[in-house]
């Protein structure tokens, strides 16, 4: 069965305007249909259609269940920012793989500037949205403003991730393997110029940890899904679960 964000639900009803036109147009449901609907914040809740108009169905509510779908632990991406579809494949991407908020990230190298980044936001939250609902998630990550690397270090992680092409001597796996326990990840991924060394040195000194993902030297939008990735791995988020039915 699809699955459908709410964009409110209260008194026991959910209401439904973004997929609206296309649940009665594409789809065909109709009035006493049974759907399944989340909040964006970790709910799943069984519904029974109950009125359908242009732009607004309305749902009741028979019952709410957290989602099984949802990651235990919670990872923050720090994407710094590119143009074109590049930063819009790591948010899809990411998405999908169980990243809980995607911030994008402004350091010297970046293409573009902090505005014209923020300018994208609305596009980016979208794009978050329909990966959440195709993929089954209950939760819709957040695109927020274009942060610094001080607002990352302010931010207190109890994992920082920093992965760096010049890093040789302390791969990924190591630092993973001495986490375990951890629930609040941030992971930083550099531009596609990558890091200038006075960056990777204030991270490391805030307490990020500079890793190496391997010999071969990777795009940005590949390395952010590509670390997602591993974290879901090695902290047992393949191993079962279902998405909101």
């Given at each position: 069965m699809p699955l459908f964000f709410a964009e409110e639900i209260k008194d026991n009803t959910a209401f439904l305007y973004e997929d609206a036109d296309h649940m009665q147009k594409t789809l065909r449901f109709r009035v006493a249909d049974a759907i399944t609907v989340s909040d964006g914040c970790g709910f799943c809740y069984a519904c029974r259609i109950e009125t359908m108009q242009k732009g607004c169905v309305q749902a009741r509510v028979l019952s709410c269940t957290p989602a099984q779908s949802e990651p235990s632990i919670s990872v923050t991406l720090y994407q710094s920012i590119c143009k074109g579809a590049r930063f819009e494949v790591a948010t899809q991407k990411c998405t999908e793989l169980g990243v809980k908020r995607i911030v994008p990230?402004?350091?010297?190298?970046?293409?573009?500037?902090?505005?014209?980044?923020?300018?994208?936001?609305?596009?980016?939250?979208?794009?978050?949205?329909?990966?959440?609902?195709?993929?089954?998630?209950?939760?819709?990550?957040?695109?927020?403003?274009?942060?610094?690397?001080?607002?990352?270090?302010?931010?207190?992680?109890?994992?920082?991730?920093?992965?760096?092409?010049?890093?040789?001597?302390?791969?990924?796996?190591?630092?993973?393997?001495?986490?375990?326990?951890?629930?609040?990840?941030?992971?930083?991924?550099?531009?596609?110029?990558?890091?200038?060394?006075?960056?990777?040195?204030?991270?490391?000194?805030?307490?990020?940890?500079?890793?190496?993902?391997?010999?071969?030297?990777?795009?940005?939008?590949?390395?952010?899904?590509?670390?997602?990735?591993?974290l879901m791995y090695e902290f047992g988020q393949w191993d079962g679960g279902q998405a909101c039915e």
């Amino acid at each position: 069965m699809p699955l459908f964000f709410a964009e409110e639900i209260k008194d026991n009803t959910a209401f439904l305007y973004e997929d609206a036109d296309h649940m009665q147009k594409t789809l065909r449901f109709r009035v006493a249909d049974a759907i399944t609907v989340s909040d964006g914040c970790g709910f799943c809740y069984a519904c029974r259609i109950e009125t359908m108009q242009k732009g607004c169905v309305q749902a009741r509510v028979l019952s709410c269940t957290p989602a099984q779908s949802e990651p235990s632990i919670s990872v923050t991406l720090y994407q710094s920012i590119c143009k074109g579809a590049r930063f819009e494949v790591a948010t899809q991407k990411c998405t999908e793989l169980g990243v809980k908020r995607i911030v994008p990230l402004h350091v010297r190298r970046c293409e573009m500037g902090a505005k014209d980044m923020d300018r994208r936001r609305e596009r980016l939250q979208k794009i978050a949205r329909e990966a959440a609902k195709q993929c089954g998630r209950a939760w819709i990550p957040t695109v927020e403003k274009t942060v610094t690397v001080e607002d990352v270090l302010a931010a207190r992680h109890e994992l920082l991730l920093c992965p760096y092409e010049e890093e040789r001597t302390r791969p990924l796996k190591s630092v993973l393997q001495a986490s375990h326990g951890v629930k609040d990840i941030g992971v930083v991924i550099g531009p596609e110029g990558g890091f200038e060394a006075q960056e990777i040195e204030q991270l490391a000194q805030g307490g990020g940890r500079i890793v190496t993902l391997g010999p071969r030297i990777l795009r940005t939008e590949t390395a952010s899904p590509a670390v997602l990735s591993v974290l879901m791995y090695e902290f047992g988020q393949w191993d079962g679960g279902q998405a909101c039915e």
